[in-house]
């Protein structure tokens, strides 16, 4: 049955119109771009609701322009607007929706506007006292969303929609709390709002920039120009680890696209867009072995072929039966994120992962079997745990990388995230936060930097620097070639004996960066790293 709202959408009727700025991810000032596979996918899920009713939605994405045009943009754009609205994860995204919600409040004093995301979810108050916002959406936004839309056009007080902080009297004050909803009630993102051109060109273009998380190369697309796309296949995360904020917003549930309705939403837009190569951006997308097997049975039964990758655990892939994996390489799956996060069997009870240890090792022997990469993030230096402990886990990334060929484990400081359980301890043992919002955006990269200067004992440090170094040797990252450098790193990684390593890592410094002067740029193998990479001569 049609709704007054649908038949007017038919017939072209446009409601209010709403604007949403999706901030930068790189901070130009460093020299980094980011990454445009990254589609402004928080922000396209809230609007598909309004967007299906015939609002008027305006997405600006930062990334496609440089900062002053991407303001005047969305400044623009709030001329006679009912709402604007903005997001960002922790990094340059927070500071940029500042300084863009600054310059929107200057020239629109009266306009509502609202921010949500990760960061705004767990630290209302930072953004709230900041006088930019009438509210902060806490979590799952995309009911909350058209509620506000809702009592903004009825003049009813924001205090009356679920799901959101407000600042009342100088206090931070919770609505009633939202509870996740799955996709029966959401719609699939309205693609139609974004100009997919800029960033297929650029991607195609292969840019002599350094990229932010640049996405890793397709098989028979090394060192060519190819095109990939973003996606949300899910919410959430069952997983109660407790250094990140993701519990505490979700209360572990995770709500997942149906396997066929993400293959057909998919293979629409690979016949629209015709990409090479999707990133999924789950937190954890494969919990349910049927949904995978739904998708991947579904992709290899059809005439649509891309490659993808996505963020999984590996006790997925241990649980996960051979027919499963088997039909996860077959249908294009090339490379998995791992959250590997130690390689101390007590810190892991600690942390709360469930997972046996040995899972990370069965899980990328299982992977390299079929020639899939494994990136597998591991951390060290959570509150109050010893020295000892993180070499463990600095060595089992050593091991890792030496049994599978095509293994790629990394070693992260630990950085302390509002919302999780872990800040508290942090803060007790003496970490002193960012004061303001800028601030919090303008850290470095935690996977390699430390935000919590001190925490890492200096010899843990000198020997996390050295795996990283000599890790990045072995995979032919730095040179984009294997010779004596790469084939001695090898023999390294393999006995675990780095000593004279800083002196050879500065010597290799040396070495290359003289080199490096004779040789063109180009985008092999160091394109399918990820990272930016770091030798131990610079740290």
């Known amino acids: 049955m049609s709704t007054a709202n649908d038949v007017k959408a038919r017939k072209g009727y446009r409601r209010a119109k709403l604007v949403l700025y999706f901030p930068k991810q790189a901070n130009p000032a460093t020299g980094m771009e980011a990454g445009r596979d990254l589609l402004p996918l928080s922000l396209l899920t809230i609007a598909g609701l309004p967007d299906r009713d015939g609002y008027e939605v305006v997405l600006i994405d930062g990334n496609l322009y440089p900062e002053e045009e991407a303001q005047a943009r969305v400044i623009e754009a709030c001329k006679g607007a009912l709402l604007y609205g903005t997001t960002g994860i922790l990094g340059y995204q927070v500071t940029d929706a500042f300084r863009c919600s600054t310059a929107v409040k200057a020239a629109h004093p009266d306009l509502p506007m609202i921010i949500g995301g990760w960061f705004a979810s767990c630290a209302p108050q930072i953004q709230l006292e900041s006088g930019l916002y009438d509210a902060v959406a806490i979590g799952q936004g995309e009911l909350t969303f058209v509620d506000v839309i809702s009592a903004l056009e009825a003049g009813e007080p924001l205090d009356s929609v679920p799901g959101l902080a407000v600042l009342r009297e100088g206090e931070v004050t919770f609505t009633s709390k939202r509870n996740v909803v799955g996709w029966s009630q959401l719609t699939n993102c309205p693609w139609h709002l974004i100009d997919i051109e800029p960033y297929r060109s650029f991607q195609l273009a292969m840019p002599r920039k350094r990229v932010k998380e640049r996405m890793p190369a397709p098989p028979g697309y090394e060192g060519k120009p190819f095109f990939g796309i973003s996606y949300f296949g899910s919410y959430g995360c069952p997983e109660h680890c407790d250094f990140c904020c993701s519990p505490g917003l979700t209360d572990l549930r995770w709500k997942a696209v149906p396997g066929q309705r993400m293959l057909e939403d998919l293979c629409e837009l690979q016949a629209r867009w015709g990409f090479q190569t999707v990133r999924f951006y789950d937190a954890n997308w494969g919990v349910a072995e049927k949904r995978v097997r739904d998708f991947c049975g579904g992709l290899i039964d059809s005439d649509v072929r891309f490659n993808w990758y996505p963020l999984m655990q590996a006790h997925s892939i241990c649980s996960f039966a051979e027919e499963t994996l088997d039909m996860m390489a077959d249908s294009g799956l090339y490379v998995i994120n791992i959250g590997a996060e130690t390689g101390d069997e007590e810190r892991m009870r600690v942390i709360g992962k469930h997972k ?171 394109a399918a790293s990820g990272t930016e990479s770091r030798t131990a001569a610079e740290a």
């Open 356 to 526: 046996e240890l040995d899972e990370n090792l069965r899980a990328a022997i299982e992977l390299d079997r079929r020639n899939i990469p494994a990136w597998m993030t591991h951390i060290i230096g959570f509150p109050g745990e010893s020295a000892e402990s993180m070499l463990r886990t600095i060595n089992s990334c050593r091991h890792i990388a030496s049994v599978c060929t095509t293994a790629r484990p990394t070693v992260w400081p630990f950085r302390p995230i509002p919302g999780s359980e872990l800040y508290a301890k942090a803060l007790g043992l003496g970490y002193i936060p960012p004061k303001n919002i800028e601030a919090w955006g303008l850290m470095e990269d935690y996977h390699l930097n430390e935000t919590w200067v001190g925490n890492i004992p200096p010899e843990v440090e000198r020997a996390r620097k050295l795996f990283e170094h000599f890790s990045t040797l072995k995979f032919g990252l730095a040179r984009e070639h294997f010779g004596w450098w790469e084939r001695r790193a090898t023999r390294r990684m393999k006995t675990g004996d780095f000593r004279g390593g800083q002196l050879e890592a500065k010597a290799f410094d040396l070495f290359h960066r003289f080199t490096e002067r004779f040789r063109p740029v180009r985008q092999g193998p160091r």
